[in-house]
């Protein structure tokens, strides 16, 4: 396992509309310590990246020299999903987030990006569904786009959730399963697994899933709200998840999902990128 972090740990710029872009993300991810990096795509339909813009292709020719003179490995994405970020209600709205989806798609394999994680389908937007009915939804939402995906060379992660379908370990293996293809697997997040299971004990879950896990989001939290904090700034028991991704022969990355940039000032951003660095290489040693 290595360990690496999503591009948001250098994204927001505190108190401003602005961001920071891709290209100053790695450069600044690298000088922390990480060699390893998600490129996280989820703010595309927000325009939160200059990836959005008809120079899009252009765009990711620089992300692509960055990621080379940089020596960053780029093993996993994440795409766009249904957010309060991203106006996706109204038939408009929709047609643009599934536009920025396909592309976002595009970039990860001109990238040449192995996984992309993706959220299963919103339970929220199908009250009172059968768990039938909701692995039903998911391929109605996703087969086409999959299918795209695939296709470009693109494998494909879903991710458990804090609640609803997708958050039982059960639910996730049934809707990787249903695809019948290796190239359907997992990205199992520490910081959601802890809010939905009892007492936050993620060893029988991950078993579950087993060979299926492809990437990881690690984060903490308190056991209530999905917080993105550090590990070991929460209850998260790190020994227990890590032998358990040992047990089952995880031989993918540990990517951490953390927030502690996200309201610090630029003064503060590297040196915290620093600090994340630190804490995310105590898991290897576990």
């Not at 970020?85 to 990006?113: C, N, Q, T």
């Not at 802890?194 to 984060?219: E, M, S």
Request: glycine share 6%; hydrophobic share 40%.
């Amino acid at each position: 396992m290595r360990i690496g972090t999503m591009s948001i740990l250098f994204r927001e710029q505190n108190g401003t509309s602005e961001h920071i872009g891709y290209v100053e993300s790695l450069q600044r991810i690298r000088r922390a310590g990480f060699e390893v990096a998600d490129l996280n795509l989820c703010q595309l339909c927000a325009h939160k990246t200059t990836l959005h813009q008809d120079n899009w292709q252009e765009e990711t020719e620089k992300i692509s020299e960055a990621v080379k003179t940089l020596g960053i490995s780029l093993p996993q994405c994440h795409l766009p999903f249904k957010s309060k970020k991203v106006h996706w209600e109204s038939p408009e709205d929709y047609a643009y987030y599934i536009e920025m989806f396909y592309r976002a798609i595009d970039v990860a394999a001109m990238l040449g990006i192995p996984w992309a994680v993706v959220h299963p389908e919103r339970s929220a937007d199908h009250p009172g569904f059968t768990r039938a009915q909701h692995l039903a939804a998911n391929h109605k939402e996703y087969d086409a786009l999959v299918d795209y995906a695939l296709r470009k060379g693109l494998n494909i992660a879903f991710e458990n959730m804090r609640m609803g379908y997708g958050s039982d370990a059960e639910d996730l293996a049934e809707l990787i399963d249903s695809f019948h293809d290796t190239r359907i697997g997992a990205c199992w997040d520490t910081g959601h697994a802890n809010t939905h299971y009892k007492k936050g004990d993620q060893w029988d879950a991950l078993h579950i899933i087993g060979n299926r896990l492809h990437c990881t989001h690690i984060d903490d939290n308190r056991g209530d709200e999905d917080l993105h904090l550090l590990p070991w700034e929460g209850v998260v028991d790190w020994a227990r998840v890590i032998a358990a991704l040992r047990d089952i022969n995880y031989s993918g990355d540990l990517i951490l999902e953390g927030f502690i940039n996200l309201f610090a000032p630029d003064s503060l951003k590297d040196e915290n990128g620093r600090h994340a660095f630190a804490v995310m290489s105590q898991l290897l040693m576990l």
